[in-house]
């Protein structure tokens, strides 16, 4: 009997675990890669910068030591979907041309 129990048991954990990869598994997905923004502000007091991209939509990211405003960045759009689906800016590197 106990045995039979360890078995559901440890067959039921089994299960479970290799359920939960796959949820996770597309929870970011990149929109569009090496997109290049316009740094237009740093707030020194919070260490986030907006950044302006190409068709004059506007994101905040995490200000880095590389931004300066004014310059140029390469970033990542990426589109989180947990709750609600919500575009962010990740990845950011100085531009070169």
């Not at 089994?14 to 939960?20: D, E, F, H, Q, S």
């Not at 949820?23 to 929109?31: G, K, L, Q």
Request: glycine share 6%.
């Amino acid at each position: 009997m106990r045995q039979r129990l360890l078995s559901y048991g440890l067959l039921a954990a089994v299960l479970a675990i290799g359920l939960v990869p796959p949820v996770y598994a597309n929870s970011t997905a990149p929109v569009y890669k090496d997109d290049v923004f316009t740094v237009e502000s740093i707030d020194a007091k919070s260490h986030t910068a907006t950044l302006e991209g190409t068709d004059g939509q506007t994101f905040q990211t995490y200000a880095s030591s590389f931004m300066q405003s004014g310059k140029k960045v390469k970033c990542d759009l990426v589109e989180e979907a947990v709750v609600e689906p919500q575009v962010q800016v990740q990845n950011c590197e100085p531009w070169k041309r």
